[in-house]
């Protein structure tokens, strides 16, 4: 399979990453969402060349990450798309990781400071059984499934990503919720000395997210620990992220340290950095503007031009239902 370079800050003219000197005073959080507000947007489709894309990443091989047990010609399940799976270089190269840093290419730069092992997640709240486990006993727990989702970001543009993981919900039940639990929030690692993003307050840390119950039990939801047959790299969430395939990418928190079980709505970074652009929800929604730009089509990294966004980026069979009766104005 070719793979061309990854392009170059395909979303906006941004200059590139190394213009961006240290010395530099941080951005003020207001300055950094004006900025990300130029970055993104209507310069799309002047980005990349036509990749070829195969259907099937084809051989494994053993570099970057180690080998995970994957079987890439096993038959398609329920939940996988047959769309083509974005190149590994893309998907490893091409990242938001705000601990990394701002630029699209500075999680894959620095990734080498994030110590993936030993590496341990706690589990707590409204649960029965409340825990802190090392992160190879909690993978023993669960034979790793592979499922190729879609992944939408809230910028505009998107991947298809095959990731191996365990469903949520298993690990949910293995720590039985009591009858207050209504909420799931999840907690990213926070250590500026291995997240060089940490050292400057463009968000507040760590990085937090939360979905409903409802949905965090859903089968689409997923922890993920690998992609493409591979052993997660840090640039992707490293050792363990969650994968939450219908709403935008900024709900799919990476390098998961603590699970908490609340009865009420938690926290979440960006609906709380700005209330007024990003939601607890966000589900991808077309029909629903940024107040900045549209959502109503996406650029797929790899392909020339742009697509048509999907209702729930495509999964509104599987979980439309879940939203019955709620406005879906709100989500943003
Ligand atoms: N901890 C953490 N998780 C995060 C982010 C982040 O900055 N920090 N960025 C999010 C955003 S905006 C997107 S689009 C996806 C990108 O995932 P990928 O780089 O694996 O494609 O990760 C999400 N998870
Ligand atoms: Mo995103």
Known sequence: MTILPPERDPEGQRPPATTETPSRPHPTRREFLRHAALFTGTVAALGGGLT???RRPGAVDTTPGENLVWRPDRPLGP???TEAVT???EATTYNNFYEFGLGKDDPVRLAGSLRTRPWTVS???EVRKPQTVDLGTLQSWFPLEDRIYRMRCVEGWSMVMPWLGFPLAAL????EPTGQAKYVQFTALHDPEQFPGQRSDVLDWPYVEGLRLDEAMHPLTLMAVGLQGRVLLPQ?????RLVVPWKYGFKSIKSVVRITLTREQPRTTWSAAAPDEYGFYANVNPAVDHPRWSQASERRIGELGRRPTLPFNGYAEEVAHLYAGMDLRQFF
């Open 87 to 89: 190149p590994y270089r």
């Open 236 to 240: 992707n969430g490293a050792p363990l």
């Open 172 to 175: 949910l039940r293995r720590v």
């Open 123 to 125: 589990i707590d709240g």
């Open 79 to 81: 939940y996988d798309t």
């Open 52 to 54: 070829l894309l195969t």
